[in-house]
């Protein structure tokens, strides 16, 4: 006997089961009226923009000026929403855009709107929502537990799209977000470490994500999916205007149409991702949305285009999620900012740059044939896969257990450094093609946590031994470094231990490489004691 569906959408995979969780349910409400407020003043901004000018270019204009500053400032953003109290971070962010979109209506209501003045308002408001959205997605996963994240994902899309279809009749406020914020008690565990510096942890998440083969195709994914798709939403108004010759009303329901589609999308997130690979997916989504397209350029009637963009906002929805859960579960907490704040980087640059390259093609072409290309562009988008497949990613990276700090007899201060680690392995030699293998993702692991300079060199005189050698900046960015490795990769530097032989364990030497001040200027002068060394933690476990 099959469970009722309501049942089955709060199951613990279903698509509503995120919202029995109080916090959860009070923001996402609260998000909710936040976008029905950003998308009421989106699609009044780049209807007046068609109002002020006949230029196609400045009228997908409006959207990359929206969009852009995601791109620019995402990785700052993420960088600090890893660093400092997210609930706070998003506090901030969001009075950033209400300013911009108070400054905008007030002007307005003033009639001193000029286009310029415009893109100027939608760039302000961009700027806080690029700083707000890797605060808020990171932060999902301390509202909800793991197996709900993908649906906590799908319910964030779910909400911008709702307000998406209804946002241009009911409207909303910015202000209600930050209202439920201040009620969001939020419980952090302090680091023992100090934070980094904002330009340290901003090159940490790059070189994470530079050195994270599932995270990179995701993020290439996702930029042509944004290049492309991002013709629907800059040439939205034309569409109204040019091939339906329609007013403001037709837009709007042009703009709904494509929500609500989303909005069926994200409610079915679960079933897709049960039923089909991330791969398989994604190639549907994207073949199906270059049909969707194609008939948005060819039809005249409004019901038709209507029921293109209910398809199109579907499958938009279903490829953005796909995308977005699995940067969510491929990146570990420490560094969950960073990741989200590149796939938004992703999506809204792609969005951004192939707006303003559809506005000037439309410029020189016409809206039907910037639409057709668009699809022809979307319906090759699937040979990618080729070589960049969609990784399978089921689980979140979840943090292993805090490692005790190594045994230290010489003075050392935060910045002390840079030092370099060497590890000793004795090795079958029937085994060092399979040993080199697993090297090859160890390095991986140690350069994303914060390693440089990694190699890995075979004794030519005794083959069995192998040492492996990387540097770390300070003795604090070692000591980040070695508890930053999730579960899994303290199972793959586990796997590579496996391979050692005898009864001695593997050797592990921690030098400085540059010890100033650590040695005896004066035979008078003792070495400062051990005890003076910064206090090691009382957690279990050893590892390099």
Known sequence: MTEPPKRQMFAAHGVAAPLRHTVFRRIWLASLLSNLGLLIQ????????????????????????????????????????????????????????????????????????????????????????????????????????????????????????????????????????????????????????????????????????????????????????????????????????????????????MLGAFGMGAVVGALNIAEVRRRMSGEAAVRACTLTMAGAIAAVALSREPVLTAAALVVAGAVWMLAVALFNIGVQLSAPRWVAGRSLAAFQASIAGGIAIGSWGWGRLTDAAGVETALLVSAALMFASPLL?????????????????????????????????????????????????????????????????????????????????????????????????RNRSTQSERALHQRAMDFHLGPDPVRVRRMLERPFGSVRWKEDTPDRAASEVLPVATAAGSST
Request: glycine letters at 8%.
């Open 385 to 481: 896969g080729r070589w960049l497949k969609m990784p399978p990613v089921d689980t979140r990276a979840e943090a292993a257990e805090l490692l005790a700090d190594p045994e230290v007899r010489l003075s050392l201060t935060g910045r002390s450094g840079p030092l370099v680690v060497e590890i000793e392995y004795r090795v079958d030699q029937e085994n060092a093609r399979a040993f080199h293998g697993v090297m090859q993702e160890v390095q991986l692991s140690r350069q994303r946590n914060g390693a440089y300079g990694w190699s890995i060199a075979r004794d030519i005189a005794d083959p069995e031994l192998w040492t492996e050698r990387y540097h770390c900046p300070t003795w604090l960015d070692y000591l980040r470094q």
């Open 42 to 253: 989106g699609v009044g901004a780049a209807w007046a923009m068609t109002q002020m000018t006949s230029s196609a270019d400045k009228v997908a204009l409006v959207q990359t000026a929206l969009m852009l500053p995601v791109m620019l400032i995402s990785m700052p953003a993420g960088a600090i929403a890893d660093m400092y109290d997210r609930r706070i971070v998003a506090l901030v962010s969001l009075s950033i855009a209400l300013v911009g979109a108070t400054a905008l209506s007030v002007l307005a209501w003033l009639g001193l709107v000029t286009p310029q003045i415009l893109l100027a308002s939608c760039f302000i408001v961009g700027s806080g929502m690029a700083l707000f959205g890797p605060a808020w997605q990171s932060s999902v996963s301390e509202q909800v537990p793991a197996e709900t994240l993908p649906s906590a994902v799908a319910l964030n899309g779910i909400s911008y799209n709702i307000a998406r279809s209804f946002g241009p009749a009911i409207g909303g406020i910015v202000v209600a977000t930050a209202g439920v914020l201040f009620l969001w008690r939020r419980t952090s565990e302090p680091s023992r470490l100090p934070r980094e510096r904002l330009n340290r942890a901003i090159v940490s998440g790059v070189r994470y994500i530079a050195n994270s083969p599932s995270i990179r195709i995701v993020l290439a994914r996702t930029l042509v999916t944004g290049l492309i798709g991002g013709s629907v939403s800059a040439l939205m108004p034309l569409v109204a205007r040019d091939l339906l010759h329609g007013g403001a009303q037709t837009y709007g329901i």
